[in-house]
Nanobody, 115 residues
Framework: QVRLVESGGGLAQPGGSLRLSCAAS????????MSWYRQAPGKQRELVAS???????NYADSVKGRFTISRDNAKNTVSLQMNSLKPEDTAVYYC?????????WGQGTQVTVSS
């Protein structure tokens, strides 16, 4: 069964940090690009960061220099280190992969940035 399970969300103060993790199973993880998306209330889901199978990364302009995506192919995980958090980073964060011709999403994890 193809599956993505996120963890690590929660509440952080402005300027704080959180680390999200996504555990993948059911497919050849090391061969696939992985991404993090987020969706804030009343807004469309947007790409935050992605990492190719070879480790190349891409970031939304709004998170460049603050967020870092990484992957561990031995553990089938992808992580998102979020530093210098801002209230506008508040959203549900989703792990994503395109596998076997379809979009696969995790269940999402809530990140709230507030003082």
């Amino acid at each position: 069964q193809v599956r993505l399970v996120e963890s690590g969300g929660g509440l952080a103060q402005p300027g704080g940090s959180l680390r999200l993790s996504c555990a993948a199973s059911g497919f050849t993880y090391s061969s696939h690009a992985m991404s993090w998306y987020r969706q804030a209330p009343g807004k469309q889901r947007e790409l935050v960061a992605s990492i190719t199978s070879g480790g190349s990364t891409n970031y939304a302009d709004s998170v460049k220099g603050r967020f870092t995506i990484s992957r561990d192919n031995a553990k089938n995980t992808v992580s998102l280190q979020m530093n210098s958090l801002k209230p506008e980073d508040t959203a549900v964060y989703y792990c994503y992969v395109f596998v076997w011709g379809r979009n696969l999403w995790g269940q999402g994890t809530q990140v709230t940035v507030s003082s």
